[in-house]
Nanobody, 123 residues
């Protein structure tokens, strides 16, 4: 599975960005897609995830109500709509794929990772 994230950029606080993650290769067994982020000097943390089968989602508390994940099942692409952005949302955002039986925010469940796209939010 190859994952390519795109859509990052610079935005002012309160603004919005939409990230995309295009998956390619064999998707057999992939059950969900997740978004993670990592700021300089910090550990990678979960943002949210979406089930590949029924589109159900989970979100980290820090982004719930501001970020929304959706998918284009036919194109194996997932999206991360980020609204009301804050400077603390600045990070490199990664998409990842899991073949776990249920979707989860636990990073260890994800075996396939893209290179990430950088998001910078200025105050």
């Amino acid at each position: 599975v190859q994952l390519q994230a795109s859509g990052g950029g610079s935005v002012q606080a309160g603004g919005s960005l939409r990230l995309s993650c295009a998956a390619s290769g064999s998707m057999f067994g992939v059950s969900g897609m997740g978004w993670y982020r990592q700021a300089p000097g910090k550990e990678r943390e979960a943002v949210g995830c979406i089930s590949r089968s029924d589109g159900s989602t989970l979100y980290a508390a820090s982004v719930r109500g501001r970020f929304f994940i959706s998918r284009d099942k036919a194109k194996d692409t997932v999206f991360l709509q980020m609204n009301s952005l804050k400077p603390e949302d600045s990070a490199r955002y990664f998409c990842a794929a899991t073949d776990a039986l249920i979707i989860s925010l636990q990073i260890g469940y994800y075996r396939h990772w893209g290179k990430g796209t950088l998001v910078t939010v200025s105050s």
